[in-house]
């Protein structure tokens, strides 16, 4: 490869330069000697000493993992392999498009070259049942489902495949978690491993009673209060809200309602629950707010309460028509 020499204190300015003239060969490394450093450039150089000297290649790192497969898949496949993925504590979890299951171990493969995380897994199945899982397929790295996730200074424990949790609503937790005052008594209704409580818990002084009806998410949201140093107070119950409410002593300033296939089925449970100008956060699937904003009234209507929507936001993309809408509304008599 062919060189500059120049002094070694003369390195930094006489790279700089070389760079600034576009003829420094950026595939190389450069190579240092007590006295002397030898720049790889692209072309020869007046006024330079050049010299031919065997240089160690620059590591290539690609941008994304279908670079690393342009010479296993056609340039079809790559445009339809989805390379965007959901990143877990250190799990990667795919979406990998049914025409390319054939390919899915090569796919895994390239994921865990490029994210070098522990595990890569493959979605077999949409989130289902009431427990809210979904099926996983082991592709690469080492078969091991639980992790410790950590979002906002927080660390959040879970298996992957007993529970389920979206790293894309960290933004949206932090949202609603600012939208907290001090001494809220609050009431997430589908919990989870807590991810809502838990980073509201650590940043305001309130009282947070969170229900699940899976008993996996509820062990680990047992097991992340205590990982994290919380000023606020959560109580944690396992079952289905409706029921499990029904021993409740108080009413809530609060309600967290993010199940948004179904959350919509229990708007009267909430209605009931909520105090009078107290808030509840809402998710559903949709494309447009208009139907949320619908059954929130309905349901408040059916009860003699009105609603005052607050904030209408789109939190993710579903689907090009569907999104994962949030409505904040205010309950008053």
Known sequence: MKCVKVPLRQINDTRIKLMSNGLMNMEYRIKTTEEFGYIPITEDIDGYTIEDIELEPMKKVPHNFAEILKDELTPEEIENLKTSFDTIGDI???????????????????????????????????????????????????????????????????????????????????RVMESVKDGEKILDMFCGIGPFPIVIARNKDVDITAVDINEAAIKYLDENIKLNKLKGNIESYCGDVREVSKGFKSKFNRIIMNLPGLAYTFLDVAIDLIEDDGIINYY??????????KRLNEAASSAGKKVEILNTRKVKSISPDEWHVAIDAKIKK
Not at 133 to 150: A, N, P
Not at 286 to 291: L, T
């Open 92 to 174: 990667v979890i795919l979406e990998i498009p049914d025409e390319l299951h054939d390919k899915k171990q090569l796919i895994g493969d390239a994921a865990y070259k490029f994210t070098k995380r522990k595990a890569i897994y493959m979605k077999k199945s949409a989130i289902k049942g009431t427990i809210r899982v979904r099926d996983l397929e082991f592709l690469s790295g080492i078969d091991d489902s639980v992790t410790v996730h950590k979002e906002h200074g927080l660390r959040l424990k879970l298996d992957v495949r007993e529970v389920y949790f979206s790293p894309r609503l960290a933004t949206e937790r932090k």
């Open 284 to 293: 559903e699937f949709s494309d447009s707010y208009e139907q949320g904003i």
